[in-house]
């Protein structure tokens, strides 16, 4: 029986092979088949045999038998890398077949869609490799190393799709999604002190902005914000800023907010401030990566491996790597109202370009089918001098609509209804040569002047004549309106512009060389003045060295107004520039020194504005320092005005001092600018005395630090747009797992998210784990069970037997390999080193 038994555990050993490179469906079934069954004479080895001991008779060697089929998921391997899970029909040399679906899965958006299809359809059942190449799919299997190979023929490949501007890739980092309840406030603390005029001329303001978050991304939000009158005249003790509370549907794109609104209305029509409820889809607002524009589509097919490369006005916009098959290019960029798109195409056989078109956009124009509104009802705002928010019993309802009717043209309509007043109108955007043109439309209706007028706009953006490949720009608008229209406002005061019109063009006619020309017409209704003005200029870039020179000529009535503004700026150094200005019109010369503000955490630059004018001379030193808890901003004016002028000399300190909480589930920290939105990167208690380093951003600045004053609180860049977090360990225990290290912060419109370093399970430990014949145990995968929570991590020991055995806290472990056939206890001491040095230990292997 001992012989019998240790060549069992021998058995048991070879099996171990296998264990890192599948998964398998029953306990140990590639080497013992179901049960019931004899054992696989594939599973023992031969028995040993004496020296001069002649070889068994033929006649009584055991008959072949065919090898076990057994079921199994593992990880296919196309193109040098990994796939999803398959489940393939194995023996020890064999591939016998993989089910259709989890192929299908598993190959995804690589096969062509009626290949697809197929094997959709074919869920369930197993295909051999000769049924797989007939379909174009050929797998080739590596008994040796239990791997399967797949590549695909040209016919089952399927188009290769990239979406530029609406893709975020998260990568292999830790997703985080907002607290399930957060609140940010930001607050500034500003004030003034004419230091020649006394105590009367002092001011102090505290002015704060703020949010709260029930529910986390998908809950309620609410925003506020007001200003606190501490020292000085002219003000209440207190004045409330806007109160809005908000909920977003973001698969519908729709927002639901009450509160203080603005109306939202194209700019013909005018603006106002309401309480009340509003309805708006706004795609910026809600799917900032969504692309809601008009782009550039390409579709072509590649004969072999390349590399594409889309550049736009000469600068390159994107590149991707991409396998023979068909390729479709969709919303490719545009760094421009108009651009320049070429594809260049490099592979094997060299570089080429294979299309070049232009391509213009704006952000006025929709794509076909989209369509965006805003819908509003409420009490208009009473018109007061002093602000706050005092409403008359005037009920509104307001409204604007805008589709893409195509990838070409927009339009929309906009109404505003009162009892006493209405106005309506139309908008519309459409491509043109070489940009896009807009007109608007509005009339209105005034029943206490029994006024009635209309208002008329068009507008062009773009690069009509090319004169120039480098990015140029033409903008041109026209306004008109009726003397008895009335724009939409608090007031409803007639119009007392007639005409507004104004061109400017600059033309980039090299790298180092810019011109730009335009001019604008004002004119009022009745007796106002007519004014009229032209300028014309010049930039060039010598090195890094900027100059400027504008000339303009302007007639206000019967004044006119004529001269050069000249200016350079010259850098100092890598951190330093220095700008200076004249303006010949005015007599007014300028100098400015500064330095260049720093863009990681701590923040520090200063600098030095010298003015000199025919009315008065004047000073103004500034600094700021910043770092994540604070920003600190001082300036010193010192102006001297003309003695003729009879006026005093004035000495006037300010400063602004910004700081703001945060809490997100019941952790509070300190931070610059939490008040719309911000990351919370909290430590665990066994990292007290360490530091962690906060980086956001693509570019890696350093954004905050987790220390003695609390989590490191940074400001949330953009709502709904992810952004990237990397975690730093300073200081902390050698060894010290930190978990992921990198997270995706994915917010909403205004959160809290929270992330926490560290843990109990903080300990690894190093181990080679051997046989109790002391042979390694090679290949074997498990689990770690902690014997108190029960909670499991997984382990596997390479070609020597060694393990890292990860998140481990104090208390007792079992290693259990290959389903418990070999198990290993240990404890962990709560005075063991973040990396424990276990040695060699024996396995215990079970009956």
Known sequence: MAAGGADHSKARLGMLTLGPLLSFTGTAALAAGTAGDPPSELALPPAPRLPDTPPAAEASAPKPRNQRVSRITLQPIFDGNKLPLVTAELTLTELRGIEARSLETALGERLAAALRARLRSEAGTFLSIEQLRDMGIIAAYDPANLTITLSLAGEAIGTQSFTFDSEFNFGAAERVRPAGFALGVTGNLVGSRDLSAGAASQQLLYNFAGFANFGGRDGIYLSYGGTVNLAGIGRRLFERDRLIAFKDFEKSVLRVAAGDLAVGLPLIAGEADIVGVSLERRYDALQPLRNIRPTGRRQFVVERPSRIEIYANGALVQALEVNAGPVDLNQIPALSLSSNISIIIEDATGRREIDSFTLANDIELLAGGISEFSFSAGLMRKPTLGGGFAYSGTPIVSGQYARGINNIITAGGHFALMADYQNIGATFASLAPGGAVFAGASASHDQQSSETGYALSLAYRGDPLRLSELDSQLNFRIDHRSAGYRALSQVLAPEAIKIDMALDYRINLTSHLAISFGGTYLESHGAGETTRAAFAGAQIALGRVLASATARYA???????????????????????????????????????????????????????????????????????????????????????????GGRDQNVVNFRLQSGFAMADGVFGLGRNPGRGFVMVDKHPSLTGARVDVENSGVGRRAGQSNAFGPAVIGQLSPYRPDNIRISLLGGPAGYDIGAGEYISDPGALSGVRVKIGSDAYRSALVTFVMPDGTPVKLAEGIVRNLATGETSGVFTNSAGRAVLSQLAQGNYRVELMGGDMIFEFAVDKAAPAIIRMGTQTVEVTP
């Open 555 to 645: 007639r206000f009535g019967e004044r006119t107004d004529k001269g050069v503004l000249a200016t350079v700026t010259v850098p100092l150094g890598k951190s330093h520039f220095s700008t200076a200005s004249y303006d010949s019109a005015t007599g007014q010369a300028r100098l400015e020194a500064r330095r260049v503000r720093d863009i990681s955490v701590p923040e520090f630059d200063y600098g030095m504005i010298a003015e000199r004018g025919p009315m008065m001379d004047r000073l103004t030193g500034q600094a700021r320092f910043a770092n994540s808890r604070f920003n600190l901003d001082v300036e010193l004016i010192a102006t001297q005005p003309d003695a003729r002028l």
